[in-house]
């Protein structure tokens, strides 16, 4: 037994998997410097010397050589209105333009890929954890505990995703909450995270029920249990390690839908709260100048089509790469 | 006809839980109080308990619960929280036609988009068509959808609107069927485009892998061997089989999209349908608003579901006579 352990969750099987799979290594290149550069937020905003979460508005700024202001004045004939200065190729402040605040997009953006990034990754996990809990009980219990969770699981599944989530934050999101003895904060980035994790359950659990249940019939399930082995032991230590697969081969998929569901959800003001950004905030934040500075709005999606791209690119490579081995 | 029964029974258990559950995330969730949304911001304690009251918000859960059903499904004259008097059931199915409209248009685009790609994928499976396909469907997949219609917005309406390309495009907005068909389809097109790119691409990807799936059935090889041409090996025999499943994942997709799935698409759009009225009630915080049209939504998709299954069997005879395919 042990060695079909190590198999499944070691380092070295993950690195084979990338060296042969051309797009997986790719992608989790590319998901690799979104990272860092999320990561390195702080230090850019200080570098250009910006602050990403205050509003700017008389500020100026060195442009091809003159200061120029951030809010500029309209080139309409009565000079009416403001717009924010646009993006120029050169490195430096604004180099994405400013926002309607005259905030640098730029840095809003890596900003924000922090939150985005960071809710999708603990949504993800949140959820793939739930739902390993859940199909585990509920495919190695069977009878009416599986009834019982896989109804619930049903009804979870037949209200749409996005409404769900949407009803979720209506009631909690925008007012400080407690619960017993924990307090949350309006701006908590915990609870987008137990929203959108909660939505993605059942599409997690049903699959890992299936092979959970597939699994529990498996040969060296009935050895351990004919050898006297408690059922807590067999699925600790012979059904978990190997349900691993599945979880991980679901994880980036998850990962993924948890981005796109952040983003709609902070699209719709229900998510990342004001000041701080994330992407989906960043495309309504630009909604307003879509047709002066559609940039504003056009990064932050790009950044999220990217960060989608490779995680669905690399769940594909795994998926690929567990049914080839299935057939060997 | 026992089937038949324990499955209604299974649905009604499934819709009642539903209730039940959209119930106690708008009235139950710790934290969500609505009589003090209703009283205001910095209202008086006295303010709020009379609120409280007047709504009833101060009786047994199990109670309101109740009310809330029979508001919302028997007398049907629930009304909002926020512009009292106007009835939340009739605004439902007043919306209910244009986002049945969007839906609809967008099924047909991705149908086609759908059958197109799957097919050419499948049929030069491993060259460089069938890869740029993937590539795109894999794109059209991760394209946050609200993202991709601002940009249809940004194109059609303001940079390119003068071009020959887009010049038929008419300003954001609806105009009922009844009004002037033509309007209703010219509207309707470029947000139900925008709607089926993610369709498309999950679609075709499904229908390639299944008729690539459907080609080592026997029953091709038999047809093969009997003589049948590529165009009816492909249209008549691999799609038949491999149609159903991509069949059952249709009806809950376009279900969910009728039950609200398609609000962002509205919102971007500024088309009137239900999901653009679940987003006015989000702002102005209308609870029966809400609760309304996501209850319409589940209620929707477990319908479907249930009309998927029944097809599904009549369709497919080898499923539903004895094991239930587990």
Known sequence: MPERRVRAMSVSALWEFLLRRRSALCAACILCLLIMAALAAPLYAHVIGVDPMESNLAGSVMRNGTMQDVMQANDNPLHLGLSPIGPSWRWGAYALGADSQGRDVAARLLYGGRSSLLIAISAACLSLIAATSCGLIAGYCGGWVDLLISRLLDILWAVPVYLFAISLSVVTIGHDLSLGPFHLSADSLLLPIVIIALIYVPYAARPIRARTKSLSNAGFVLAARGLGASSWRIVLREILPLLAETVLVLAPLIMALCLLAESALSFLSLGVQAPAASWGSLIHDGEGLIYSRPVVAIAPGLAIIVTVLCLNALGDAAQAELRAKGQR | ?326
């Open chain 2, 1 to 326: 006809m026992k089937g038949f029964l324990s499955r209604l029974g299974q649905m009604l258990l499934v819709l009642f839980g539903i209730s039940v559950l959209v119930f106690a995330v708008f009235f139950a969730t710790p934290g969500s109080d609505p009589s003090a949304r209703i009283a205001g911001r910095g209202a008086s304690p006295e303010v709020v308990a009379r609120v409280r009251h007047a709504y009833g918000f101060d009786r047994a859960l199990p109670v309101r619960y109740l009310t809330m059903m029979d508001h919302l499904f028997i007398s049907r004259n629930l009304t909002s929280y926020v512009n009292h008097g106007q009835n939340v059931v009739e605004e439902v199915f007043d919306a209910a036609p244009v986002t049945l409209s969007l839906v609809a248009f967008a099924a047909i685009f991705w149908v086609a988009g759908a059958l197109v790609f799957g097919l050419l994928g499948a049929a030069w499976q491993g060259s460089l068509l069938d890869r740029l396909i993937s590539i795109l469907a894999l794109v059209g997949l991760s394209m946050p959808v609200f993202w991709l219609g601002e940009m249809v917005n940004l194109v059609s309406q303001s940079r390119f609107h003068e071009t020959w390309l887009f010049r038929w495009v008419p300003p954001l907005g609806y105009v009922p069927f009844t009004t002037d068909p033509v309007s209703w389809a010219k509207g309707l097109i470029l947000p139900a485009m925008t709607l089926s790119v993610a369709f498309i691409g999950l679609y075709s990807r499904v229908l390639r892998t299944d008729l690539l799936t459907a080609m080592q059935d026997d029953s091709l090889r038999t047809a093969r061997a009997k003589g049948a041409g590529p165009w009816r090996l492909w249209f008549a025999h691999a799609l038949r089989l491999s149609g159903l499943s991509a069949l059952s994942l249709f009806g809950l997709d376009f279900a969910q999209l009728l039950g609200g799935g398609a609000l962002l698409t509205e919102v971007v759009f500024a088309l009137p349908g239900v999901g653009h009225l679940t987003y006015q009630g989000l702002s102005t915080l209308d609870l029966p608003l809400i609760m309304a049209t996501v209850l319409y939504a589940a209620f929707f998709v477990v319908i479907a579901n249930a009309l998927i299954d029944g097809l599904y069997r009549l369709l497919d005879p080898r499923i539903g006579r004895g094991s239930h395919g587990q």
